[in-house]
């Protein structure tokens, strides 16, 4: 039971250190956001590394297109010396890790090959590697660490972790979420469409039938046919 409470604890402790170190480098160990590409357009973000900042060469990219039309988008990364290292046309989604070097990456999405639908699109960068718990808070990593510091970069990682399924998850739901707004949506205007065509046709036919019954030479016409 000791045992226990000790564990959560740590965990609860970690947890805390976690959150602020990561509010507080929030910009240096990785950034999301979820943002709207209009159609017809191409929208850019730009991400500046200098090398006695960052703690990996390697970063991630990753991006998602959670709502609008065939949920498809051009993406590319270009390096600071204009070179194209990345780009994908008409992908729901991806993820690509790539070397850093010091300058200023431009990542762009592009949606001008649609002319109608804009695009809700999910996007993250973050470090390839993770950060020890004294690289975040800007200490030196100490070559051997003891058990209470290896506990707690355990712990650490195993939030990491829960992280990226969370967020994850988070995605899949949003993604279906606003599949079925959607989907809803279309089923409410055709409905309407329907429902509208159906009293159309309901009055037509009345209208139809007022004006045969109330045409005296057609009356008259079929009452000389029955005639004997």
């Known amino acids: 039971m000791a045992t226990m409470q000790v564990s959560l604890l740590l965990l609860f402790v970690c947890a805390l250190w976690e959150a602020r170190v990561t509010a507080a480098n ?120 003891t058990p209470m510091e290896a506990i707690f970069e355990q712990i650490h990682k195993d939030v990491t972790k829960t992280k990226d399924y969370q967020k994850t998850y988070r995605h899949r739901e949003a993604k279906g979420r606003l599949f079925g707004e959607e989907l809803k949506e279309k089923v409410h205007w055709w409905s309407s469409g329907i429902g509208l065509v159906i009293i159309i046709t309901g009055i037509a036919q009345a209208f139809t039938l007022k004006y045969l019954f109330n045409n005296k030479r057609l009356v008259q016409a079929h009452q000389q046919k029955r005639a004997p």
């Open 26 to 145: 929030q910009g240096k160990f990785g950034n999301s956001l979820t943002f709207e590409l209009e159609d017809n357009q191409e929208l850019c973000f730009y991400e500046e590394f200098a090398i006695e900042t960052i703690t990996t060469l390697k970063y991630t990219m990753e991006y998602q297109v959670l709502k609008g039309g065939n949920h498809d988008v051009d993406m590319r990364i270009e390096s600071p010396n204009n070179k194209v290292i990345y780009k994908e046309n008409r992908r729901q989604h991806d993820q690509y890790t790539f070397e850093v070097s010091e300058g200023t990456f431009k990542f762009c999405f592009n949606n001008e090959f649609s002319t109608v639908t804009h695009k809700t699109i999910y996007f993250s960068l973050s470090p390839g590697t993770l950060a020890t718990l004294a690289a975040k808070a800007g200490s030196d990593v100490p070559t051997a660490m």
